[in-house]
């Protein structure tokens, strides 16, 4: 069996002349022309050949993106979770991408896809409501192989409680080990040097759970995988305070340090790795990227980029009011229904317009304010241009992806976070 990484979540195992693609991306600025591969890939979208399995972990554009999946041969099987809802097999379904089949796995059961080809799937933690409702890692049993692909899902209890009782022995486990979001980059609450301070607490956090969750599961073999990706465009100097490393090398050193040295397995863009022979191809020393390398990559190529809602601008026939109180009207409905009433204020400051409205989350009203005075704690202040949140409140960006683009301005306070707040701001539209 043969691992080739390319870049992020997405990679190829290959087995008897059978190859598996993982979480298809390889074009460059997904997520309304904000992110853009970092570390650099090697391989072109049209140089990809011919599959015989797709493995699509979640829909998000880094694991799921039209313009890579666009160029993939339809006779390929589709390797999804079975849930409700879907919305990997809606995507498939809107965007007409027509492939020969699309396997719907139970997770904790499994699907036989052929003689020698066994798959099942975990879901992500419940505790993490947006993971939950999206999310899923994927083990395979091929042959005499055994892969664990965690992509995004950070291991929770329960599943790796069914992981390491199912399948003891495995040989290659790709976890996650690290984090991306609008925090700290995005909080004009906390200072420069309390953002850093922020990133290298969360991302010393995330190795950690990365070697913890490396010696509960025991593999033969482990990778650093998935989230790597660099913000281009007017907001890409918040990369600096972005809690994920410049490259997957940065576990490295704590690795070494928990004695795992020898089962850690870092790969360049394009170099595969034979799980038999334990020889890498080609036979190249890993490339690590510091983050100054980083950061010159992105002033050469990648500042003058523009997001979609910087190509367009929203006439002032647009009734700003009117959606506000719409996406309130929904975003209540919501609360009642899950019976979710925290005891605090969204509030959206319109930047061009210079308006803004307090959203009470304990009460159904909408009230517009005078944004030059201050604001009575607590309260979760998003600010942005017109475009963006105009586009925010009718759905064309979800407040999830524009907090992952680096597009809004966050001022939280008290400095808490509560995952109840992210989790309904999704329901804020139209």
Not at 49 to 70: K, L, W
Not at 355 to 372: G, N, P
């Amino acid at each position: 069996m043969k691992f080739i990484n390319l870049g992020g979540a997405t990679a190829i195992l290959e087995y008897r002349g059978k190859r598996m693609l993982f979480d298809p991306w390889l074009d460059e600025g997904i997520f309304h022309g904000s992110w853009f591969h970092w570390p650099p890939v090697s391989t072109d979208i049209k140089d990809l050949g011919r599959f015989d399995y797709v493995y699509i972990s979640h829909i998000h554009e880094d694991h799921c993106s039209a313009g890579t999946i666009r160029h993939l041969n339809r006779d390929a099987e589709i390797i999804i979770m079975d849930r409700r809802p879907n919305f990997v097999a809606n995507f498939l379904k809107s965007h007409d991408f027509n492939f020969a089949k699309v396997h719907l796995v139970p997770p904790r059961k499994g699907m036989r896809l052929a003689d020698d080809l066994f798959v099942d799937m975990i879901e992500a933690d419940p505790a993490n409501e947006m993971a939950y409702l999206v999310d899923s890692s994927i083990v395979i049993r091929w042959g005499d192989h055994v892969v664990f692909n965690a992509n995004d899902c950070q291991p929770h209890s329960d599943g790796m409680d069914y992981l390491c009782k199912t399948y003891p022995k495995i040989d290659l486990a790709l976890l996650p080990y690290s984090g991306g979001s609008g925090y700290p980059s995005c909080y004009i609450n906390l200072t420069e040097d309390e953002k850093i301070a922020e990133k290298e607490r969360i991302l010393e956090r995330r190795v950690a759970g990365f070697i913890e969750n490396t010696k509960r599961i025991n593999p033969r073999h482990v990778v650093p995988f998935a989230d790597q990706y660099v913000v281009g465009g007017s907001r890409s100097h918040l990369n600096r305070y972005i809690s994920h490393g410049s490259c997957p090398g940065v576990v490295r050193d704590q690795v070494q340090a928990a004695g795992l040295g020898d089962r850690l397995l870092l790969l360049n863009s394009g170099q595969s790795f034979d799980l038999l022979t334990k020889t890498k191809s080609p036979d190249a020393p890993y490339k690590a990227y510091t983050e100054e390398e980083r950061e010159r990559h992105i002033a050469e190529h990648l500042v003058q980029h523009m997001y979609d809602h910087e190509r367009v601008t929203f006439g002032p026939s647009v009734s700003i009011d009117r959606l506000v109180r719409h996406a309130r009207k929904r975003l209540w409905e919501a609360q009642t229904q899950r019976r979710t009433f925290p005891a605090t204020r969204l509030v959206l400051d319109f930047n061009d317009s210079q308006r803004r409205f307090e959203i009470d989350l304990t009460v159904a009203d909408v009230l517009e304010s005078d944004i030059r005075q201050p604001l009575r704690e607590p309260y979760l202040r998003m600010s942005g241009s017109d475009t963006l949140q105009i586009m925010l409140l009718i759905g064309h960006i979800s407040w999830n992806i524009a907090d992952a683009a680096l597009f809004l301005d966050y001022d939280r306070r008290p400095n808490v976070y509560d995952p109840s707040i992210y989790v309904l701001l999704n329901f804020l539209k139209v």
